[in-house]
Nanobody, 126 residues
């Protein structure tokens, strides 16, 4: 599975941005997908996840109510709609996917994912 993230950019605080993650290759093997982010000098942190078939979602407390994760199975694409952005949301956003071979999904930890995209920069100015 190959993942390609896109849609990052510069936005003012309070604004909105949508990032996308296009999956290709053995997409039938995807169990769930997620977004992580990493700010300079900080560890990579979980943002949100979604199951590929049922669409069940999980959000980090820091983005709950502001961000919405979704997927379009026909386009093999996952989205993250980010509203009410804050300067602390500034980071490189990575998309990732977990394989169906996993018996127990671990969506909030980076080790729960098998495939990673290259990341897209999101910068929120104050």
């Amino acid at each position: 599975v190959q993942l390609q993230a896109s849609g990052g950019g510069l936005v003012q605080a309070g604004g909105s941005l949508r990032v996308s993650c296009a999956a290709s290759g053995r997409t039938f093997s995807i169990y769930y997908m997620g977004w992580f982010r990493q700010a300079p000098g900080k560890e990579r942190e979980f943002v949100a996840s979604i199951t590929w078939s049922g669409g069940s979602t999980v959000y980090a407390d820091s983005v709950k109510g502001r961000f919405t994760i979704s997927r379009d199975n026909a386009k093999n694409t996952m989205y993250l709609q980010m509203n009410s952005l804050k300067p602390e949301d500034t980071a490189v956003y990575y998309c990732a996917a977990g394989d169906r071979s996993r018996i127990i999904p671990t969506v909030i930890h980076h080790y729960g994912y098998d495939y990673w995209g290259q990341g897209t920069q999101v910068t929120v100015s104050s």
